[in-house]
């Protein structure tokens, strides 16, 4: 899945206009510079006031609304147009009435040069992930007071956009979703239709692009998954240990956009903003990797520019190992190296200032006790061990523990023990009300719910509590990064044709293998390709290494970047798409089992959510 944008190629064209939506979907898609090389030199807004342009042509990239294409028509109707020929691409299919009011006027028809469809309303994230822009889809469908109006809207643009993505790719999707817990319609709360009926709308629109989009496949070419956030409740607030996951965890960002502050000598602080994105190769390196891995090439890194130039050395202390500091001041005194050393600079700042997170907030207790509740090997003692323990640990680690604490150990909220809970982590009652708010992710019926109790049943597996088996597929991982999030079995079982029918029904009645052939859902398993290992140096922090320690995401990035583009090559892609807002987490899952299974994997979702995202929009579901 690429980041592509097609621009209409014509001498006389040189206005590009576009709505509040489609300039987001642009933004995401590429950048001012790729649009002027295509011959674009105005980017306007359709709705401000523009200057007529009669002796040039324009480019209209548009939602079929109604209000578009009112302003459409005005700028180009009567004996003085705006511009002498519209190119107009539509975001997603226009109605036919909308169709019709543009035929009604006889002025505009001869000034039309093209009116096509585009089918491009999602907005990617990176190579391998994108979100159909609906932030508030946790709140507008599991909320406890929603609109019905809202629901079925919400459904309704969600399966447009997504299947969009289907037709701008030309990919035909055989689509399974998470069933209904009870197979009684009559004992099924909305909430729990809610990936069936979002997967049945995406196949009854892209099952119509066989006939009205052309060279669309006759049969299916790929796999959707459809699921929803209450199959992991885990993974959007345990702590991530790799480097993408703790930039958006602990650091300011705006999306994917970091500011930061450089210091001068003699100046005051200048404030920069970085994008953290595909166009940095040391982004690339490092998003996916663990915390302790990342700094340590960055040290790395560094070090080598230190050997190889000798005013940098001047800049050391006496020969010693140099601090992420002192690296600082080597880049400033060496500004002839300053575009050389930029993004590198910028990775040395944030690695620092992560790992300084890290201490201050004693993170490396709290996500040891986190991944021991996941895996069954802690309980009330340690809970209750860390509470005593880490006074200042910061109120929302508290209750991200205790959200954990409450997922693993329902019955450990009976009553008010969870108030005593509460009152023992010094969280006010109100907080409460965010562990509540996780039954309506389970598709229990909060009516039914005990007054000021709490009862949650969970589909997951628990032996000796825990909500995930230690992993046996041979892979080393760091301390820390024990944690896997659910949608990684789901994929593995897919591509293997092991996802189960009547958990995972399918809309196409047949699953697709790692192959792409139609086989039942018990195919043989394929043969896994092993790993590669990478090395650990003696600068690799102890309490970040496991006994047996290697990290088996090291790897991912530098090998996708080497990977052939055509990834058609390594079999047929699988969509998950995650109702309700994706993690990081499952975003780095998608590009590490691209190369587990040699299959593209694509992430979408309604949203992609960073712990404090997540809880704010659960303190909005009561």
């Not at 009926?197 to 299916?220: D, G, N, R």
């Not at 959200?403 to 005593?420: L, Q, R, T």
């Not at 990684?488 to 009645?509: A, D, F, Q, T, V």
Request: some cysteine.
């Amino acid at each position: 899945m690429k980041k592509t944008v097609t621009v209409f190629s014509s001498p006389y064209v040189q206005v590009l206009i576009m709505d509040k939506f489609t300039v987001r979907i642009m933004g995401y898609a590429c950048k001012m510079a790729e649009i002027t090389d295509a011959g674009i030199s105005l980017v306007e807004d359709l709705f401000k006031r523009r200057e007529p342009m009669p002796s040039m042509d324009a480019i209209y990239f548009l939602q079929p609304l109604k209000e578009n294409v009112i302003m459409l028509l005005s700028d180009m109707s009567g004996r003085c147009p705006l511009y002498r020929k519209a190119y107009i691409f539509f975001s997603s299919p226009i109605p036919k009435d909308l169709v019709t009011y543009i035929k009604n006027d006889s002025s505009v028809i001869p000034r039309i040069g093209a009116l096509r469809e585009m089918n491009l309303e999602f907005f990617t994230i990176d190579m391998q992930g994108f979100v159909t822009d609906h932030d508030t889809a946790l709140i507008d469908l599991y909320a406890s007071e929603h609109s019905s109006k809202k629901f079925n809207d919400t459904i309704t643009t969600m399966a447009t956009r997504i299947a969009t993505t289907f037709a701008s790719l030309k990919e035909y999707p055989t689509v399974r979703y998470r069933a209904p817990k009870s197979a009684d319609p009559s004992a099924t709360t909305k909430f729990d239709m809610v990936p069936k009926w979002l997967a049945t709308a995406v196949w009854e629109i892209v099952s119509k692009y066989k006939s009205t989009i052309p060279e669309f496949p006759q049969k299916e070419t790929c796999e959707l998954l459809v699921v929803d956030r209450p199959i992991d409740q885990i993974a959007p607030v345990i702590h991530e240990w790799t480097y993408d996951a703790m930039c958006h965890d602990l650091l300011e960002m705006d999306g994917s956009k970091y500011i930061y502050e450089v210091s001068k000598a003699g100046e005051d602080p200048e404030k920069k903003e970085a994008v953290l994105e595909d166009h940095d190769p040391l982004w690339i390196e490092l998003r996916h990797i663990h915390i302790a891995d990342a700094s340590e090439r960055l040290y790395e890194k560094m070090n080598n520019f230190v050997t190889k130039n000798k005013a940098a050395q001047l800049q050391s202390r006496d020969g010693g190992e140099i601090s992420t500091t002192d690296l600082q001041k080597i880049v400033q005194a060496l500004p002839q190296y300053s575009e050389q050393v930029e993004k590198l600079t910028l990775h040395i700042e944030i690695a620092g200032k992560i790992n300084r997170f890290i201490r201050e907030y004693a993170l490396r207790d709290l996500g040891q006790v986190e991944q021991d509740l996941v895996f069954g090997d802690a309980g009330a003692k340690e809970v209750i061990s860390l509470l005593r323990s880490k006074q200042n640990m910061s109120p929302e680690n508290k209750l991200r523990l205790l959200i954990i604490y409450a997922i693993v150990y329902p019955e450990k909220f009976e009553g008010d023990k969870g108030d005593k809970l509460m009152q023992l982590a010094k969280l006010p009652s109100d907080d409460m009300k965010v562990i509540n708010s996780l039954r309506y992710l389970v598709g229990s019926d909060a009516k039914k719910a005990r007054a000021g109790g709490f009862s949650l049943k969970f589909d997951a597996q628990k032996k000796k509590n825990a909500a995930r088996t230690e992993r046996q597929d041979g892979e080393e991982t760091w301390a820390l990064s024990r944690f896997f999030p659910l949608i990684e079995e789901l994929i593995e079982k897919l591509s293997k044709g092991e996802l189960p029918l009547n958990e995972y029904p399918s809309l196409s009645g047949a699953s697709t293998t790692a192959q792409g052939t139609t086989e039942s859902a018990s195919a043989p398993k394929p043969a896994q390709n092993p790993q590669p290992m990478s090395r650990r140096s003696r600068r690799t922090p102890q309490w970040a290494k496991s006994k047996n320690s290697d990290d088996s995401q090291s790897s991912d990035s530098s090998a996708l970047r080497h990977a052939s583009g055509d990834f058609k090559r390594l079999g047929n892609r699988i969509f998950v798409f995650m109702v309700g807002g994706a993690t990081r987490s499952e975003l780095r899952t998608a590009h590490k089992l691209t190369m587990k299974l040699r299959r593209e994997i694509v992430l979408g979702s309604s949203s992609i959510d960073d712990p404090p995202e997540f809880i704010s929009k659960l303190k909005s579901l009561t």
